[in-house]
């Protein structure tokens, strides 16, 4: 399947290699021409997902709530592209980094908060076209389950899961199917495990039923 590179989210010739790119302000090191800003995909699973053409929905400018947003790799590319972005991450430390990413971006919102509980975010998130999920925790389908409010009608849950941070011993083809399993209230569209770039994580495209 090749999916449709969202508005904003271009390849991009860098020192002679194509590479996905959007336009911002750097962040990690990422090599850059002019405005453009190449988007390391061994560093990111959603630019892992794009470069290989999942068919994520996306088209540019949507409102985003991105839920583990870490000192903000992924979720800054996100927030060239999209329109408001919500960045949930509960680790005080690489929220400071965050911060910073945020102050080139107008349109990113920095919540330090625990994406188990989504009321202490209720108040401030408007419903959202997309919701991009890499907590990397125990607990992944719930995490998608409780911020599936959040979700407007043709929205996109866009979620990584890492088999090894559900359980270390398991068979990470069983923990896949026990977050299918444990899914709740979405339809799934599409799945694509993103080896070797990133070992054991599964990508998962689907959409909210209500
Ligand atoms: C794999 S890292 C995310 C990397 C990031 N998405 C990127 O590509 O730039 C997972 C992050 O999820 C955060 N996290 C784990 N559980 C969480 C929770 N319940 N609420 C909010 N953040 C959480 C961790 O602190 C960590 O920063």
């Known amino acids: 399947m090749t999916g449709t590179l969202p508005t904003g989210v271009e390849r991009r010739r860098f020192d002679s290699n194509e590479r996905l790119a959007t336009r911002g302000q750097p962040v990690y090191g990422e090599p850059t021409d002019g405005d453009w800003r190449a988007w390391d995909i061994r560093r990111s699973k959603l630019g892992a997902m794009l470069d290989r053409g999942m068919e994520t929905g996306l088209s540019g400018d949507e409102t985003v709530l991105y839920l583990g947003a870490a000192a903000g790799t992924t979720v ?29 971006r107008p349109n990113l919102f920095v919540l330090l908060k625990d994406a188990r509980k989504p ?92």
Do not use: C, M
């Open 119 to 210: 009321e202490a975010y209720a108040h401030v998130v408007e419903p959202v076209d997309v919701i991009v999920q890499d907590v990397a925790t125990r607990g992944q389908a719930r995490v998608a389950n409780e911020n599936r409010r959040f979700l407007k009608q043709n929205g996109r849950l866009l979620a990584v899961v890492k088999a090894r941070s559900e359980d270390v011993t398991a068979d990470p083809t069983d923990v896949f199917e026990t977050f299918r399993s444990q899914l709740e209230g979405y339809e799934i569209l599409d799945t694509e495990r993103l080896d070797p770039l990133h070992d054991d994580h599964l990508a998962v495209v689907a959409r909210p039923t209500w």
């Open 76 to 104: 800054s590319h996100v927030a060239d592209f999209a329109g408001p972005t919500y960045a949930v991450e509960f680790a005080a430390r690489p929220v400071r980094d965050l911060l910073t990413v945020a102050d080139s």
